[in-house]
């Protein structure tokens, strides 16, 4: 992805909005940015140019669905504790699987953090044994067992 | 829910994202055989269901700002972890809230929040605060600042292009 050189400080109310105010509830209806477009008093290709503009800036990840834990499919929660030395190659090395999401080094002995979803629970032990089958370190599963809040997005400005 | 082999494409093609288009329901439809009414359905459905925990925008929030969110995990009794998690997740400044398996000696903890954050410090009277608010300043915790998003992509269910 081409990343523009947009700012924080470039962001004026109406991208504010769209980054804001549509986490949750996105229209799903013909013309959904045209519904947008309405209530925010704009043109709908002004809205939709914006959102390619904070799309391109890397700001928008996307316009998409987050499904409640183990609703659809199977996922869990691995650690590990990596050394400094191999972190790089092993994290590209997670992040390589398809069913790893999301992939995060931290700042803690156990360093890389990561969850893997997929269509079933034996894929995913499956894609965890390979990953401590080819780095030689050992795999923490950390498979969620009830939630208390699930990502619900999260007010950028208020 | 039960999933079929059309919510399992459509799924799949949500990954990149709805195409910003007028008729973006249309056009993600046309790409895996389905019209944009049937799209728009089964959208409608899985939330009606509760499948969904939002259907939206996502926003990197590594790059507006909240360059130092951290994950915070306390180590509490079986017995007081659900009461402790609801009021926990019921704070605000926290993102997400869960109860995960411990893995002792190497890992106990088991309540976890997730703590968007544009400083360190910020992050750090969040959680000061919940200690005080929840109670939870009793039980050990560890906290883990975020140094690398190394990858950030929508769920993959095993569907494959």
């Known amino acids: 992805m081409v990343q523009s050189a947009l700012s924080l400080t470039d962001l004026d109310e109406l991208d504010r909005r769209l980054l804001d105010a549509y986490q949750h509830d ?9 519904t947008l477009a309405r209530s925010l008093g704009r043109s709908e290709d002004e809205v939709l140019a914006r959102f390619s503009r904070l799309t391109d800036a890397g700001m928008i990840a996307r316009i998409g669905a987050a499904f409640r834990p183990n609703r659809v499919g ?61 780095t030689g370190l050992p795999v923490l599963d950390l498979p969620m067992t009830r939630s208390y809040r699930v990502d619900m997005g999260f007010p950028l400005w208020s | 829910m039960e999933l079929t082999a059309d919510d399992l494409r459509l799924i799949g093609a949500l990954r990149a994202g709805l195409p910003l288009c007028p008729r973006p329901y249309d056009a993600l439809g046309e790409r895996i055989g389905l019209d944009g009414a049937t799209v728009r359905r089964r959208l409608d459905l899985y939330r009606q269901e509760g499948a969904l925990s939002r259907f939206g925008v996502v926003v990197r929030h590594d790059r507006l700002g909240y360059t130092a969110s951290a994950m915070v995990v306390w180590d509490v009794p079986e017995d007081r972890v659900d009461a402790l998690g609801r009021h926990l997740g019921a704070q605000s400044g926290v993102g997400l809230s869960y109860c995960r398996r411990r893995r002792p000696p190497l890992w106990p903890g ?42 950030i992509a929508a769920a993959a269910y095993g569907w494959q292009p």
């Open chain 2, 110 to 151: 088991n309540l976890y929040a997730m703590i968007p954050g544009r400083s360190r410090d910020a992050v750090r009277a969040v959680v000061a605060r919940l200690n005080e608010t929840c109670g939870l300043g009793a039980y050990p915790h560890e906290l883990l600042f975020t140094v690398r998003c190394h990858k």
């Open chain 1, 26 to 34: 996105f229209p799903v209806d013909e013309r959904p940015f045209l």
């Open chain 1, 74 to 134: 199977a996922s869990t929660l691995a650690a590990m504790a990596v050394p400094p030395a191999t972190l790089d190659r092993v994290a590209d090395l997670v992040s390589g699987y398809d069913e790893v999401s999301h992939n995060y080094v931290r700042d803690h002995v156990i360093n890389l953090w990561f969850v893997v979803t997929a269509g079933s629970a034996g894929r995913v032990d499956a894609v965890l044994a390979e990953i401590g089958k080819r």
